[in-house]
T-cell receptor, first 111, second 119 residues
């Protein structure tokens, strides 16, 4: 079982819709969770971090964390074609292990 | 504030050669992590350095090595290159310390990457 799992997609949504990206992780000791966006040919850039159960909102983005279910998600409201990218989920435990990334979900927003 | 700088951006080598990649972290960041990214494997962790010490190491053969200098700049080296080493090598820096759940803790900022092609 992979440590951090994501559906590779592509996830296709129409412009203006809500895109829902999901991620599960295997290490119950995980404490820090991140969503990165990576455009084709570019390096990953941080969108959001979340550390506590519940929702965290930043503009059109909402991260949701459920530690009991070992599940973290990212919602993108009013999706725009410029949101088309690969979204990487990353997880960090409390120990000295490195940040572990999922394989990413490719999002396509159709105009 | 300058970002993470990686050099060179692109390079082409042949099998058996060795390569050295360089990374300058964000000023004040003491942790540098290296990742290999390929279409098939995604982002694979290579190693992390903090205050000149290797703090973590991924599951890569000994041909992959790295180091960090007193100014936090880091280099990674790949010896005896193989075709499968062709990848985007990403360096990321972070503060590298603090409570794991404190805001900003463990946030990685990536450089633009070094794209290595092995022929």
């Amino acid at each position: 079982q992979k440590e951090v799992e994501q559906n590779s997609g592509p996830l296709s949504v129409p412009e203006g819709a809500i895109a829902s990206l999901n991620c599960t992780y295997s290490d119950r000791g995980s404490q820090s969770f991140f969503w990165y966006r990576q455009y084709s040919g570019k390096s990953p850039e941080l969108i959001m971090s979340i550390y506590s159960n519940g929702d965290k909102e930043d503009g059109r983005f909402t991260a949701q964390l459920n530690k009991a279910s070992q599940y973290v998600s990212l919602l993108i409201r009013d999706s725009q074609p410029s949101d088309s990218a690969t979204y990487l989920c990353a997880v960090k435990d409390t120990g000295r292990r490195a940040l572990t990334f999922g394989s990413g979900t490719r999002l396509q927003v159709q105009p | 504030k300058a970002g993470v700088t990686q050099t060179p951006r692109y390079l082409i080598k042949t099998r058996g050669q060795q390569v050295t990649l360089s990374c300058s972290p964000i000023s004040g960041h003491r942790s540098v992590s290296w990742y290999q990214q390929t279409p098939g494997q995604g982002l694979q962790f290579l190693f992390e350095y903090f205050s000149e010490t290797q703090r973590n190491k991924g599951n890569f053969p000994g041909r992959f090595s790295g180091r960090q200098f007193s100014n936090s700049r880091s280099e990674m080296n790949v010896s005896t290159l193989e075709l499968g080493d062709s990848a985007l090598y990403l360096c990321a820096s972070s503060r590298g310390q603090g409570i794991p759940t404190s805001p900003g803790a463990n946030v990685l900022t990536f450089g633009a990457g070094s794209r290595l092609t092995v022929l």
